[in-house]
């Protein structure tokens, strides 16, 4: 039997879920809404662009899909977000289609240190989103560059 090498090891695996938007905050940015999803225990993370907040099918099963490819198929695991009736809609989804026990737990609310893991890869995420625009835009000129915001 081996032993745990850190607390983290012995903690129930936790996910948690947060909505973002890509680009700056205006109406063309809200139409790029995307499900981030955040493993605490691998740092691993996933993004789901989604036309609108809510349960959609395949970003469901993709979530349930990136918590399976983290080895969590069989075990116990919590899904942590806030309250925001969108996203617990879609965390009792996930939580229908798993086959292993799996714990909501709720972020405190305006707490954004309370889920500061998720926090961080929101952050990340917007910034591959921006690397990868700039590429873009370096490589298509203005074909592209009026197309999005970043």
Known sequence: MSVPKKVED???????MDYMFLGTETKRAKERTCL?????????????MVRNKGPVEW???GIEKFIRDLGYAKIGISIKCDNEVSITSVREAVMLIRDAPTTPLDAAVKESQSNGGMERAIKTI??????????LVEKLGDRIKEKFEF
């Open 10 to 16: 012995l903690q129930t695996p936790t996910v948690s």
């Open 36 to 48: 981030a999803v955040y493993d605490n225990r691998t740092g691993g993370m996933q993004c789901f």
């Open 59 to 61: 970003a469901v099963r």
């Open 126 to 135: 917007q910034g591959q989103y921006r690397t990868i625009l700039c590429q």
